[in-house]
DNA sequence: TTAGTAGTGAAAACGGTTTTCATTTGCTGC
DNA sequence: GCAGCAAATGAAAACCGTTTTCACTACTAA
């Protein structure tokens, strides 16, 4: 699958091409200089708040699903109803330990659900083709400040 | 935690107490007897068609939340934008192996996740508190199904 | 019986996401 | 350059699962 400019024919029939648009590429950009994961309206407000003439809403949508499907970003869903984005290596994804506290979340640097697609191949004859893995609890400092403060 | 029949004083605070009240009964006895997951939509329809007054999709709303406190349901999140409810043992849960293609579900017999938590715990200072982790796929018979029609 | 509190239901509100549809954009061939 | 197109875009509306509101009912304890 390769990446190419916007515009020209089109062999896909989804609701949109594989190609990097100008919405797109705006869209890359914001989720490139970012380390967090962003919403949709995260990365709608941050190109209006810079761009002369930002993407609409529908735009960002729309480029998103491009660049999920490009591999160049995966959505994460934390199960609060909010979809939320961010770049990977191409092709690639990880997994985030999310603080039910102060928000933050870290990468795993592995995943752990790829090293045991072999066995659940094997055991449920099953063929894994994605998953959802998302943890949440604590970090290190929202424990040292429930600790010190009259915790939960 | 213990469960008890409804009404009478309740200490917690929550939109509803953690009683088993009559509409949290029905809700459960609907999931009891169904080994699929369930949406709320799902277990509102079976009370319609079975039950001389039914509860509200409000109520059945509020139960679903009452019971995954109580521990007697747990909900699942497969990303699309739908809870999903199922019974498990009080206090535990497992996760699904769901075909993409038919659309069903098979329990995973052990969490993948729990046995994770205690090194996750050493090299993150990270103290989980909880998981989201559903896997997709094809099962045996959409394997063998896609094998013989022309494939995806 | 009488309070008092929890539970309930209908309808409205909510909020993220998707669809619709008319318009604009920018190729491509002439 | 210009006509012809298909893709891209944006605003508004539709969607849809879920939550909130609020008036009312039902149970329990005294």
Redesign the interface.
């Known amino acids: 699958m390769s990446v190419q400019g916007s515009h020209g024919h089109s062999h896909g029939k989804g609701p949109q091409s594989l190609r990097l648009t100008k919405g797109a590429k705006k869209v890359l950009e914001v989720l490139e200089r970012t380390d967090e994961l962003s919403s949709a309206q995260d990365i709608h407000s941050a190109l209006r708040n810079e761009e002369d003439s930002p993407p609409g809403l529908t735009t960002v949508y729309r480029s998103l699903e491009s660049l999920v499907q490009l591999g160049l970003v995966q959505s994460v869903?934390?199960?609060d109803?909010e979809r939320r984005y961010e770049m990977v290596k191409p092709g690639e994804h990880h997994h985030h330990?999310v603080?039910?506290k102060c928000r933050n979340s870290?990468h795993l640097d592995q995943c752990?659900?790829q090293q045991?697609e072999e066995s659940?191949q094997a055991k449920?004859?099953?063929?894994?083709?994605?998953?959802?893995?998302?943890?949440?609890?604590?970090?290190?400092q929202c424990?040292q400040a429930m600790a010190t403060a009259g915790k939960k």
Chains 1, 2 share one sequence.
Do not use: M
């Open positions: 869903d934390f199960g109803g330990l603080c039910e870290v752990l659900v045991l659940i449920y004859k099953f063929e894994v083709r994605g998953h959802i893995l998302e943890i949440f609890g604590l970090c290190e424990q």
